[in-house]
């Protein structure tokens, strides 16, 4: 009885060395793989922290620039940004392109907010700010294709200018006339926009006017 159970021990021993050879390197490779993809995560995990913190490191450059009118440093740390963080790269290149108006560099302004790839909760203000530069700089056409599908109050507003400066005043007034609905009868900018209105040759909602 002991032999035999030597035997079947044997015999085991032998299906378990037969099996490890014919297995042995596929077992090993799996086990490699699986270390590969671990250590390859914690490598990205790692990489993507390192960008995140460069990202916020040219972020902060950008504001300093900014707050020290070095209108150059903010520019290249947001240069920087366009590569690294689509949001810090929005939020600072619009600050930049801000403070380049404010300087008096509308064409820098109007590069920078071209270079901005906005997402969508940003690209309604980035449209809105650089139709504004385009329509102060004689470029209606482009401004009106930036907002050819504009909704909000100031973006239809600024669509009214471009249109009234073409020469179009009736459809200047329909876009007036759409921003005043989506206006509350107190906002200040409603006014602005009831003189436009009025300016291009439209008559003022019976709700919108003065009573």
Do not use: C
């Not at 030597?6 to 793989?33: I, K, P, Y």
């Not at 963080?85 to 801000?98: H, S």
């Not at 404010?102 to 071209?114: N, S, Y």
């Not at 669509?159 to 200047?172: H, I, N, S, Y």
């Amino acid at each position: 009885m002991a032999i035999d159970d030597l035997l079947d021990e044997h015999e085991q021993s032998e299906r378990v060395r037969s099996w490890l050879r014919s297995n042995g390197v596929g077992l090993l490779g799996g086990v490699a793989l699986g270390l590969a993809v671990i250590f390859g995560w914690q490598w990205w995990k790692n990489g993507q922290q390192g960008k995140q913190e460069q990202a916020y490191q040219d972020y902060q450059a950008a504001v300093e620039g900014l707050a020290k009118d070095d209108l150059k440093q903010a520019k290249t740390a947001v240069d920087a940004l366009a590569k690294e963080d689509e949001v810090y790269a929005d939020v600072a290149g619009l600050q930049l392109a801000k403070a380049q108006v404010q300087a008096g560099e509308r064409d820098a302004a109007i590069a920078t907010l071209r270079g901005l790839t906005a997402d969508a909760s940003l690209q309604p203000l980035v449209n809105l700010r650089l139709a504004r530069l385009l329509i102060d700089s004689g470029k209606h056409d482009e401004a009106l294709k930036l907002l050819d599908k504009a909704n909000d109050a100031s973006s239809l507003e600024v669509r009214g200018d471009a249109l009234f400066a073409t020469g179009k005043a009736k459809e200047a007034q329909d876009a007036y006339s759409r921003a005043l609905t989506t206006l509350d009868v107190a906002s200040p900018q409603r006014r602005i926009v009831e003189l436009k209105l009025v300016h291009a040759g439209g008559t003022l909602p019976k709700t919108g006017g003065a009573a």
